[in-house]
């Protein structure tokens, strides 16, 4: 008698899937990539990374810090962003890209995506990662984020002791950043772009112009570190961040 199909075991293996690599490089300086970091880019099948969706924009920053390790000539995703404050059609870029990367996972081969900074932290990746951790495997590796590049540019103490610090993105309102300023040993305020002269005159207004300082590409070849106080103009680039102490680290 022959044995239930649908009980016999099978004799097949089982279909490998590829695991998803979260690759943190850090802020720009090639050189503050981990040693896992190199290694993972050396081993991974396909790279992928986040890059502006504007014909004269930059090339992928992602990409830029990695170039020297980028060599094997494997496949290569540009996952293409509109540099915008809404979630859509960012939304809808992010799911089309999860799946087309799923594509490569499915089929056994290993995802690195490249990550400026740290991958969980305002990283593009994180929206990937959502999309496929229920069925691919995942690895995270850390970088050096922008919040401790700049404290280690400016020679700025974040936190000592019982400090507390919080992160704000210059897009909330000016009575949610003031909340912060007031009830925060430090406040690191991000997201600067077309808000510059908002916080600057927020800050004024609390009092903390003398104690902000302005970082601008920590760690890349056209940093910038200044008094806030010093800093013409109305707008500030993407990679530009405000350090604020209410007292000293003592």
């Avoid at 990367?101 to 990550?115: I, M, R, T």
């Avoid at 920590?218 to 350090?243: C, N």
Wanted: net charge neutral.
């Amino acid at each position: 008698m022959n044995p239930d199909p649908v009980h016999q075991k099978s004799t097949q293996p089982a279909a490998k899937i590829g695991t998803l690599w979260g690759i943190g490089l850090g802020p720009g300086d090639p050189q503050l990539l981990t040693l896992k970091a190199v290694k993972a880019i050396g081993l991974v099948d396909v790279i992928a990374y986040s890059a502006p969706d504007a014909a004269d924009a930059p090339p992928s920053l992602a990409r830029t810090i990695a170039a020297e390790w980028l060599t094997r000539g494997v496949p290569e995703y540009a996952l293409r962003l509109p540099m915008v404050e809404p979630r859509h059609p960012a939304a809808a870029i992010y799911d089309r890209a999860a799946e087309d990367l799923a594509q490569y996972l499915q089929q056994g081969q290993s995802v690195g995506f490249l990550c400026q900074g740290d991958p969980l932290f305002y990283g593009s990746f994180i929206y990937v990662m959502n999309r496929l951790v229920e069925r691919f495997p995942l690895e995270i590796i850390p970088g050096v984020s922008s919040l401790t590049a700049a404290a280690a540019a400016a020679r700025f103490p974040l936190t000592g002791r019982t400090d507390r610090l919080s992160v704000v993105p210059a897009t909330l309102g000016d009575d949610q950043i003031a909340q912060s300023l007031a009830r925060d040993d430090a406040v690191v305020l991000i997201k600067l772009g077309k808000n510059l002269a908002r916080i600057k005159a927020l800050l004024e207004r609390q009092g903390l112009m003398d104690r902000a300082i302005y970082v601008e590409r920590a760690t890349m070849s056209e940093q910038r570190i200044m008094p806030l106080v010093q800093v013409a103009g109305d707008r500030a680039p993407y990679f530009a961040l405000i350090l604020v102490r209410r007292m000293a680290v003592e």
